[in-house]
């Protein structure tokens, strides 16, 4: 059973819900830098990584809703050698958990300021 799995999972972690949720965002935001930085991309397929992107982190437990932008140079396809690799500093991403009446918005953005692809919490909802 699906809720038996839940609780024998929910039962690793000695912290809160809370706190359980805000870990989960964390690894949906490794996820989307780790996974997918390097990945080869041209103008003409930045949507189709974007939505891929998304799905693959939609797939994930306790994920409400997924959305990936990649900014910046997105290269022209010219020809065979003219392409883009995806950086940490392209993705603007938002990624919403839901776990036992708690809901965490994490995102990720390049911080001119910190000139750094930061991943933080946005938003914790009691539900």
Request: with cysteine; hydrophobic share 35%; glycine share 6%.
């Amino acid at each position: 059973m699906v809720s038996d799995r839940e609780d024998l999972a929910g039962s690793r972690f000695n912290c809160s819900v809370s706190e359980r949720a805000c870990f989960e965002a964390g690894i949906k935001m490794a996820t989307i830098y780790h996974q997918f930085v390097g990945t080869p991309f041209c103008s003409r397929n930045v949507e189709e990584l974007e939505r891929t992107i998304e799905d693959c982190i939609k797939v994930q437990p306790y994920v409400l809703d997924a959305k990936v932008r990649i900014r910046g140079d997105t290269g022209n396809k010219e020809d065979q050698y003219s392409y883009t690799s995806l950086t940490g500093d392209m993705i603007d991403a938002v990624v919403r958990i839901s776990l036992d009446g708690t809901e965490v918005t994490a995102e990720m953005r390049y911080d001119d300021e910190l000139q750094y692809p930061l991943m933080f919490v946005s938003g914790i909802n009691k539900l």
